[in-house]
Each structure stands twice: as C-alpha cells, then as structure tokens.
C-alpha cells in the first residue's frame, strides 16, 4: 500500500507563498501520474496540477503561472510551488499518485493513492 504524506501547508496573507511536499513510500519511478488536487469547502474536489512520467504537466487554468508541480526523483517527492496567493487558493490540498501497473490513469481507482491532506488558508 502506497503512502503519501503530505506538508507545508498553512496559513498566509494574500499574494504570499506556500511549498507543498508529498513525500511517497515506494520510489517515484513506480508511479505513472502524480497530482496535486484540492477541496474547498461546500464545493468538489479539483485538480491543480498533474505531472506524468514522460514530464507532461498540466494545470488548472486558475493557477496557471502561479503554481509550479514538480519532482525530486531522489527524494521521492513531489513539490508543488504557490506562488501570489489568493483567497480562492484556501482549500485541503491533497497528494495522488497512479501505478506505472495500472493502465490508464483513474486516482481513485484500485491503482491510486491518496494522502491525507494538508490545510491552506489564505486571508486578505
């Protein structure tokens, strides 16, 4: 079983800055997809940003050109940088990760994994 634990989270004033981590038990090299997503609440979970083995990234277009998702393949962990946070940005943010094993990506599926989740609170 898969175990990502999540960091870094916290509270900040607006424009300020936060860098997750998500620290992975197994070696990143066995995971197809690791994604950043968060929950606010009231409303659904949603996708920030995701990164693949072949290095394709996407984002979430409200966060495009602030945050940056990004790997530590020594480490086994995944980073993802905030940058000029905004009020809307507060939510639990959520590491995922998708086996190499289990054919086409679904993080809830029996190949995906989930940590636990770290809080972002950004006032004005």
């Known amino acids: 079983q898969v175990r990502l634990v999540e960091s870094g989270g916290g509270s900040v004033q607006v424009g300020g800055s936060l860098r997750l981590s998500c620290a992975a038990s197994?070696?990143?090299?066995?995971?197809?997809?690791m994604a950043w997503y968060r929950q606010a609440p009231g409303l659904e979970r949603e996708l920030v940003a995701r990164?693949?083995?072949?290095?394709?990234?996407k984002y979430t277009d409200s966060v495009k050109g602030r945050f940056t998702i990004s790997i530590d393949t020594r480490e086994s962990t995944v980073w993802l940088q905030m940058n000029r946070l905004k009020p809307e940005d507060t939510a639990t943010y959520y590491c995922a990760s998708y086996s190499l094993f289990g054919g086409r990506c679904d993080f809830d599926g029996p190949f995906g994994s989930w940590g636990q989740g770290t809080q972002v609170t950004v006032s004005s």
């Open positions: 990164i693949n083995v072949g290095g394709s990234i």
């Open positions: 197994e070696n990143i090299f066995n995971f197809n997809e």
